[in-house]
């Protein structure tokens, strides 16, 4: 039985960021560079003014000095002719800075009268013009391929003139939720009168694919009858990846497996040494990746984190692709497992010392699914161990808004 790391590389080996096209620059936000980007243009284009005042030569200035007022240059102007000795331009911030020109004088310290500008101090000789290219130089690297665009990337793109951005297509997930008991969130009815209970997985699991940066498309419930699994997985299978939620373990009527092999599919794992989600299975189906996690909606979701978040990432172009681990302070001991890495639901909160500590959400039975949404990190006790009271304890974290606060604060 593969351990969880063995697991996780295994399923991302078989998976390759998926075919490159330009989006519009205004639909590139979160998505992943695909090339190298670099800039045809320097930025800025001119040497312009990072004030408002009078554009000057250097050597011309000292207090006290009276220059000619030649013109003045606005932002989205341009200087007709190049600055001569003696005199000064008028300039507002942004605005081109002539030729001839290597200072900008604040309005402050200036007095016009008559078209003479007098220079009262001479504090800004040879400031206040911001060079060509200061920002970005013609072929430089601005966006690296494996980047994430967000607001500030794209603002970049913009100042560069790129509309179009390359990035990989979206991951397109087939999700099948498979059993006799499972109903739409829409008919509560039967889950009220005992009988059947709602296909969360289908909600959650599509959630987590669209966190992900893919695009779920809800392949139905599927009855729990080898036929009807069938069709549904050749329909599902033109995708970039397949996943099945359900009918993975030893049960009478736990076809999936059966069904996969009977199709000609393939199974690279069917067993993770793992708890909760020890019977989650990996493989293929009609060429297409396909991931079987189990029905339990906590290891279903809890499969996601390990193996759906990072595929998806990996097929949509990033670079990083898992979980960054952070240490934490056990606030309680937890157990472990002989032969498992147990993964408690937990939640890591950070004291007064800038100390993080962690702590369970309280009962970890795997059909306890409201302590998945309370947990903002999964606390790892390695198989054979277990964590006591004060020991370190390695977290997953889950939520990436775990770490906003409900107070403004800069720690001086
Ligand atoms: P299974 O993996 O099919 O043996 O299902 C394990 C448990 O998860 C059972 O209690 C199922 O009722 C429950 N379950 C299966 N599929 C889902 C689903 N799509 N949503 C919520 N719970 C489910
Ligand atoms: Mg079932």
Redesign the pocket.
Known sequence: MLGVAEAVETVLAAVAPLDVAAVHLEDALGRFAARDVTSSLAIPPWDNSSMDGYAVRASDVAAGAKLRVAATIRAGGLAERALEPGEAMKIMTGAPVPAGADTVIRIEDTGEKDGVVTINDARDTGRNVRRRAEDIAEGQLVVARGTRLLAPHIGVLASIGMSRVPVHAMPLVAILS??DELVRVEDLAGAQAGRSIVSSNSYSLAALVRESGGVPVDNGLIA?DPAALREALEEASDTDLVITS??ISV?E??HTRAVIEAMGGEIVFWKVRMRPGANIAFGSVNGTPWLGLP?NPVSALIGGELFIRPMLRKMSGALRLYPRPVTAIAAEPFKGSESMTQLIRGILTRAENGELHARSTGPQGSGILSSMAAANALLVVPAGRAIDLGEIVTALPLDPDAHLTERFELHA
């Open positions: 498979t059993g729990d359900g009918g049960g009527f736990d029905g």
